[in-house]
């Protein structure tokens, strides 16, 4: 079962394309079948939240998260932290990481590579969301 809902998606203002070093990380997040997915990748500072609140219910999501942390800290002790400093930090200021994406040849979101804990952020309370994106060329 996909956590992902599929709905026509927004593109984001301002992208450019990103540069060698970005194409490298992002694809560093690949499934094994997308790691040589013909894909056109642009960076944009703020990709919006709107575009993936549809994807998930966020809030009921980052709730899950909290419980977990909470009922398992010896499990990842740093997922704990990295949890709590996350949320710290993005209530007070921008986001420098990119969440990866991709999406369809229409601009459909279809999934998040890397990112999941800041797209929440961004979308419960609403921090701009850096983003590379890899738009599927066919």
Same mark, same amino acid.
């Given at each position: &079962? $996909? *956590? +992902?809902?599929?709905?026509?998606?927004?593109?984001?203002?301002? /992208?450019?394309?990103?540069?060698?070093?970005? +194409?490298?990380?992002?694809? $560093?997040?690949?499934?094994?079948?997308?790691?040589?997915?013909?894909?056109?990748?642009?960076?944009?500072?703020?990709?919006?939240?709107?575009?993936?609140?549809?994807?998930?219910?966020?809030?009921?999501?980052?709730?899950?998260?909290?419980?977990?942390?909470?009922?398992? #800290?010896?499990?990842?002790? &740093?997922?704990?932290?990295?949890?709590?400093? *996350?949320?710290? $930090?993005?209530?007070?200021?921008?986001?420098?990481? #990119?969440?990866? +994406?991709?999406?369809?040849?229409?601009?459909?979101?279809?999934?998040?590579?890397?990112?999941?804990?800041?797209?929440?952020? $961004?979308? *419960?309370?609403?921090?701009?969301?850096?983003? *590379?994106?890899?738009? /599927?060329?066919?």
């Amino acid at each position: &079962m $996909s *956590l +992902i809902r599929r709905v026509p998606g927004r593109r984001a203002a301002r /992208r450019r394309p990103a540069t060698e070093n970005e +194409i490298g990380w992002a694809r $560093s997040w690949a499934d094994e079948e997308d790691h040589d997915a013909d894909l056109d990748w642009t960076y944009t500072q703020d990709y919006g939240a709107h575009n993936l609140a549809h994807l998930v219910d966020w809030a009921t999501w980052w709730q899950a998260e909290v419980d977990f942390c909470r009922r398992h #800290p010896w499990e990842d002790p &740093m997922r704990t932290y990295y949890r709590d400093a *996350l949320r710290e $930090s993005w209530t007070k200021g921008p986001q420098r990481d #990119p969440i990866v +994406i991709t999406e369809t040849v229409d601009g459909t979101v279809e999934t998040i590579w890397d990112g999941w804990h800041r797209t929440a952020i $961004s979308v *419960l309370f609403g921090a701009p969301l850096p983003a *590379l994106v890899g738009q /599927r060329r066919t």
